[in-house]
T-cell receptor
Framework: EDKVVQSPLSLVVHEGDTVTLNCSYE??????LLWYKQEKKAPTFLFML????IEKKSGRLSSILDKKELFSILNITATQTGDSAIYLC??????????????FGKGTKLSVIP | DVKVTQSSRYLVKRTGEKVFLECVQD?????MFWYRQDPGLGLRLIYF???????EKGDIPEGYSVSREKKERFSLILESASTNQTSMYLC????????????????FGPGTRLTVL
């Protein structure tokens, strides 16, 4: 059974802090790992990682994948109240015949207080 | 911009009713997905469809069925709604991978919060 585990499940920080969110996985037929941010409604895409050791960066957010140790981290520097959200990690696996499935972790709820 | 729309934001139904949740995407994506999201359990895949008229069970298909007669539309059906199907339902779509081997991400709709009384 495919498994994706995120930690911590929740986190409260002050504005300006740097946070690291963790995601580990055990899956069959790994294709990619994705990070999403979910505020009040639909998850919005942040990053897709397919290769080990290559950092993806977007503004204050960055992420990296380690395919040997089967984990990824999402870093947010200089946090702002607008970063408050649930951060979802998902791993895409190949189900064969051109179909691909995402397995999600339970998410990390980040609260940034002024 | 990719747009995934869902027919209702909020829905209240009674136990035993037949419920249809509709999802439409406007980007000609081949793959479409239905998830439910519950506190403490995260997003779980119910069904997905990798092409028109094709469907595959996800991790929790019991009590649900789906229909994909047209490429842009994917319907989730609760044949006889039960209280344990009260949840947030999210639809997503994804284009197939490019010929260059680049993978594509899933795009999500705004969700339908279903309450079954």
């Amino acid at each position: 059974e495919d498994k994706v585990v995120q930690s911590p499940l929740s986190l409260v920080v002050h504005e300006g802090d740097t946070v690291t969110l963790n995601c580990s996985y055990e899956v069959t037929n790994f294709r990619s790992l994705l990070w999403y941010k979910q505020e009040k409604k639909a998850p919005t895409f942040l990053f897709m990682l397919t290769s080990s050791g290559i950092e993806k960066k977007s503004g204050r957010l960055s992420s990296i994948l380690d395919k040997k140790e089967l984990f990824s981290i999402l870093n947010i520097t200089a946090t702002q109240t607008g970063d408050s959200a649930i951060y979802l990690c998902a791993v895409e696996v190949d189900r064969g015949a051109g179909s691909y499935q995402l397995t999600f972790g339970k998410g990390t709820k980040l609260s940034v207080i002024p | 911009d990719v747009k995934v729309t869902q027919s209702s934001r909020y829905l209240v139904k009674r136990t035993g009713e037949k419920v249809f949740l509709e999802c439409v995407q406007d980007m000609d994506h081949e793959n479409m997905f239905w998830y439910r999201q519950d506190p403490g359990l995260g997003l779980r895949l119910i069904y997905f469809s990798y092409y028109v008229k094709k469907k595959e069970k996800g991790d929790i298909p019991e009590g649900y069925s789906v229909s994909r007669e047209k490429k842009e539309r994917f319907s989730l059906i609760l044949e006889s709604a039960s209280t344990n199907q009260t949840s947030m339902y999210l639809c997503a779509s994804r284009n197939r991978d490019s010929l260059a081997g680049l993978y594509n991400e899933q795009f999500f709709g705004p969700g339908t919060r279903l309450t079954v009384l």
